[in-house]
């Protein structure tokens, strides 16, 4: 009887301990269920070079999905009449088996050639594709070109380059020097024999090795006591090329021993030379650094992360409300840092523990923090060319949470998008920003959106957004525009209040207008003007006088206001706390100018424990770190931890409603982005001199490039007209162009400003070159393009020759044709105003 009992205790016991065994394993398996985490996919897309002859340039990455081809503008390759070059892939593991090829023109995105190729070399780890293009390419012109690699697995990926046919490119001379001078200056003793080719100015920022240029002194362009050592491959970026000169970017990563250990850096070098038969030029050279951050190299003496060299003193910190929590971005990664528990996490990076620093580390996105709250809980966005992961090669904008208590990230929603980043990132830089109610606020293609992340509903609050028309504060959490991008019909402000989704209004009085200025100390600036006293400038331009010039907060509530008696503000800068107003003075029904006023504002300075600081020494410059609160001493370098990726269960796109895009008219491009995107030419030549760049148009034209012109230029067939005809210099002027632009003596124009008849006969061919200087425009004139000139308020001249001295214009206004000299001219149009007008072909 006894043993029973024995034996039914034991069996209660056993079944005791399964039910908590496997109960404990059941439990385990639900919470499973409901999170699931994966790591970050490992990079997989393959790689490609062009190749012409012996030389192999322009590194392609490759996209998952289809972009217009006319609008990738990453490098260029120069073709000669062969009119052929190779692709060589780099397979990583992947098993191309053929290659297609479209040949597109820029303008228009139209087909005009396509083909593939399945006959694939095998050279070693790579396969080549020969692509021998069958139509013929017009000189100096530029096409897109897309490439498509086809796999085994039928999987396809799209890398795009645009080509032009230069006949005499001198591409072999022009890399031969560009390369031999990248690794002279690598080496001290070798670096003396480019020691000619530098411009070095007593004036020039010597202190930091972040940034340097063709001015800097010899010793810091020859990277100073660093001596790095170049890791990974180099391959030249060539961005533009003509017969005589060629922009080409060097983008590579370097390690460095210092004080702190072994370091890495991004580096980015610009070079521009000219070629001649008897020598090469180096016109302009700079080169950029940037650190990668490494938490191995934190100053525990100190208590100081190691920013290291950097060209970004302005790097924003988002702290917790009781300073215990940090959180920044540094080099396209997210980190953050616990100071109670001394933890360091890498929230979110494409960089692969095995990099090949090529896939992982391509600069094409970003990183940016929307908020941080006090848990540590991190809302971001990461957008651009997505290098690894789950969309790998597609471009989007991916909106995550992190959860520190879990230590993973949660994408929250995905929009995909058809345009490269760099034209992604001018649009989204303006504004992003998520409140406490889950609501994610975003501007794309001039629109304002509000996305509601728990009931997935997208809205449209505010169309025709440009710079000019919209002001944010992420400080005081609101958002102020007017209800028109056209300023002399805008007669209210919008002030949204970004958490409370409270809405105030700023109106203007009947038959007035109301234009948004900016902001200061997180107060907006506006000002109210009559339309009847709105009027037309010569170059098109509205000069809209402002009687009355307000600050207010985002409750509507006046702090300030500026009035006087017939002085009227046309427009205003703001810096340091101090806004500058441009004025005109009325005298009867005329406006001219005045001197300019000011409204000094109080200064509020606040301080955070946290913050950027400096150090100097012999062998590494000038140093950036970030300094901990004061009284933290920090005893050992912190741990430091990697997320995983939360595992969605439903699908996170959101499809923004298909429209036209809308495309700014001028895009300058330099240094291998974009530089600016403008409305008028004129602003956008400026820019793309200044930083040896191009200006394309919304149709990606180049319509201006800081090129080689010839000594000597005269347009010929070109009728001149004086006043002494009837007509007045302006009208004569504008006439003279449209005849020789058209052909036809016939050609009649209707009065008005310069602009306005330009446009009745040019339609969207016209230029205005306002603001750029004789020089510049007289790239047109070496295009045979005639470039009217205002040399005063009322009269014009048309320029329709140079030489190395001297300009040659008809002015109507004296009925002659007659030689100016090139610094007289200068001085004339500059009186002017510089008020050009030319038009593209």
Known sequence: MMKYVYRTLILLCIFAGSLYY??????????????????????????????????????????????????????????DSSQSFDVVINEKGNNVKRVIYELRALADNKLIETNTINALEKEEEYKTARIKLSEALSPDTEYAVKITLVTSESQKMNYYTRIKRVDNSYYKEKLNFIMNFHTSILDKKKAEEIKTFLEPKAGSDNTSLAYVDIHSSFDLVSWGNLEPKVVGPIVPDVE?????????????????????????????????????????????????????????????????????????????????????????????????????ENKAVRVFSFRQENTDYVRDIYPEHDVQILNMDDDGNIDFMVYGYMNRGVYEGRVGIVFYKYYSSDNRIEELVYLPMNIPYEVLKEELDSFSYKNKLNVFYFTINHKIYSYNLTTKAAEVIASDITGDNFVVSMKEHFLAWENSSNQAEATEINILDLETQSMEKITALTGECINLLGKIDDNIIYGFAKVSDVTTALDGSQLIPMYKIEIADKNNTVLKEYRKNKYYVTDTMIADNVITLKRVKKAGSDFTQAEEDFILNRVITSTSPFSLTTRVTDKMLTEYYITLPSGFEMSKVPATETTVNTVIKEDTTLRLEESKRQTEPYTVYA???????????????????????????????????????????????????????????????????????????????????????????????????????????????NKNHPVIAMKNGKDAVLIIGYDAYNITVIDPSINRTMKIGLKDGTSLFEGAGNIFFSYMQ
């Not at 504008?734 to 005849?739: C, D, G, H, K, W």
């Open 671 to 781: 240094r291998g982005g974009i530089e600016g995107i403008y409305e008028e030419a004129g602003e956008a030549i400026v820019r793309a001199y200044n930083r040896i760049g191009i200006v394309v148009d919304n149709k990606q034209r180049i319509i201006w490039e800081r090129a080689v012109r010839s000594t000597l230029k005269e347009i010929r067939g070109i009728t001149p007209i004086y006043t002494s005809h009837g007509s007045d210099s302006v009208t004569a002027s504008v006439t003279m162009l449209l005849q020789y632009r058209s052909g036809s003596s016939e050609t009649k124009v209707k009065k008005g400003t310069v602009y306005e008849m330009l446009r009745e006969g040019l339609k969207d061919s016209v230029l205005n070159l306002t603001g750029c200087t004789l020089e510049q425009v007289l790239y047109y004139v």
């Open 240 to 340: 533009e090329i003509n017969t005589d000169t060629a922009s080409v970017v060097l983008r590579y990563m370097v390690s460095g021993e210092t004080e702190s250990g072994t370091e890495y850096y991004y580096v980015s070098e610009f070079y521009r030379v000219r070629y001649t038969d008897t020598r090469m030029y180096l016109l302009n050279y700079d080169r950029k650094i940037e650190s990668v951050f490494d938490i191995n190299l934190t100053s525990l003496a100190k208590s100081q992360f190691k920013i290291g060299i950097t060209n970004q003193s302005d790097m924003k910190l988002f702290t917790s409300t009781e300073n215990n929590k940090l959180s920044f971005v540094r080099e396209r990664e997210l980190w953050y840092y616990n100071l109670l």
């Open 22 to 79: 496997f109960g404990k394993d059941i439990q385990e398996e639900v919470s499973d269920i409901e999170i699931r985490t994966v790591e970050m996919g490992e990079t997989t897309f393959p790689l490609i070079t062009i190749r012409l002859k012996d030389y192999e340039i322009n590194q392609l990455h490759g996209y998952s999905t289809n972009l217009n081809a006319n609008i990738v503008r990453e490098n260029i390759t120069p073709l």
